[in-house]
């Protein structure tokens, strides 16, 4: 399998970078909801320690997608399919883009105007600040369920191209060997 991809599948970089960014993904909503959910400080700041950490790397890979796109590599051809699922899964993958900076971003922000980094990172859970107080908290929220969202729509299109229509879209996006 090569790095870049052909016109029939994707290559092993997009490849390693999708699937990827797609557990690190699960994992973020997941460690966002637990820290957001959490009783006490105590137990708000491991969850946020590793989504911290999660957020700022898929940030990394996602603006490393973006250059390999631009600079290095072309998407395989699309698979034939009705006007509107073509149009609704550009739209899908564009938003993905969009949402992912957008909660990098509004992340960011937080921790910035609280000034939070510190002390999660370095203090005692006691100090830590209420993040509703900061106007990127709402966005975030709201960037969190469009992602879900997102997530669902993407899966069920995939599911429904291996499971249904069986057009081989989802071997196009793993490790699998070329054939020659
Ligand atoms: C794609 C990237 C990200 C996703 C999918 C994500 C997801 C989430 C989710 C689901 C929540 C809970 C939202 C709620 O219940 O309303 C959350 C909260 C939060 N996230 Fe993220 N996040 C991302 C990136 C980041 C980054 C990069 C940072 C910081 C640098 C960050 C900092 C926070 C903070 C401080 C909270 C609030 C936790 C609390 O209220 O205790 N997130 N995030």
Redesign the pocket.
């Known amino acids: 399998m090569s790095l870049k991809s052909t016109s029939r599948r994707y290559g092993s970089v997009a490849v390693s970078i999708h699937w990827i960014s797609a557990l690190?993904?699960v994992l973020?909503?997941?460690?966002?909801?637990r820290?957001?959910?959490?009783a006490d400080a105590a137990a708000?700041i491991i969850?946020?320690r590793i989504?911290?950490a999660?957020?700022?790397t898929?940030?990394v890979l996602?603006l490393a997608r973006i250059a390999w796109w631009l600079f290095a590599d072309n998407k395989p051809t699309s698979v034939p399919a009705p006007r509107w699922q073509s149009r609704l899964s550009g739209a899908v993958h564009v938003l993905f883009y969009v949402?992912?900076l957008g909660?990098?971003?509004?992340?960011?922000g937080?921790?910035f105007l609280?000034g939070?980094?510190p002390l999660?990172f370095e203090g005692t859970a006691a100090n830590?600040p209420?993040?509703?107080l900061y106007p990127p908290?709402r966005a975030?929220?709201f960037?969190?369920?469009l992602?879900?969202a997102l997530f669902v729509l993407h899966t069920g299109a995939a599911l429904y191209h291996h499971f249904l229509k069986k057009d081989g879209l989802m071997q196009r996006m793993w490790f699998t060997r070329d054939r020659p």
Do not use: E, K, Q
Not at 28 to 33: D, K
Not at 35 to 38: L, R, T
Not at 103 to 108: E, F, V
């Open positions: 690190i993904i973020l909503i997941g460690s966002g909801l820290a957001d959910g959490a708000r969850p946020l989504h911290i999660l957020g700022l898929v940030l996602t949402v992912i909660m990098t971003a509004s992340g960011i937080m921790l609280s939070a980094a999660i830590l209420d993040f509703d908290r975030h929220g960037g969190a369920r992602m879900i």
